[in-house]
């Protein structure tokens, strides 16, 4: 994890470590080749939750989170293409959007079923971060 990423989420709370065979079960499962930043993050935190920035709150959830709740949510049959990784706790969920051959992070509302409604939040795992910190 760089130096950016840790002032980013110096006011959350961080896991111990995912392994790699963790992070690799879940991408067979998911179908998704996760951006190496997020790979980076997870191998140093396995998720972590808490403020980040002045105005954002975050729960990145752990490997052992991410199939059993985009399964409960029928990720693939309502929003097919996310896989969902984080939340803000207060009705925004967060996915890497698979649909592109470069994998971006989308915002999308945790109640909706309409692929439409998700935004672009990050072209990478790090300016997502950053961009949840200046808000």
Sequence with gaps: MNEQVKKLI???????PASEKGISDVELEMGIN?????????????????????NSYLAIWSVEEIVPLNKDAK?????????FFASDGGGM????????????????????????????????????????YNV
């Design 10 to 16: 110096k006011s959350m709370d961080i896991n111990p």
């Design 34 to 54: 996760f951006p190496v930043q997020y790979k980076e993050f997870m191998l140093e935190s396995n998720g972590a939750e808490g403020r980040i920035g002045e």
């Design 75 to 83: 990720v693939e049959e309502f929003t097919p293409g996310l896989v």
């Design 93 to 132: 969920a967060y996915a890497f959007d698979k649909r592109e051959e470069n994998v971006s992070i989308v915002e999308i509302p945790d109640d909706s079923i309409h692929i439409e409604d998700a935004k672009l939040i990050g072209k990478t795992f790090n300016e997502f971060l950053q961009n949840l």
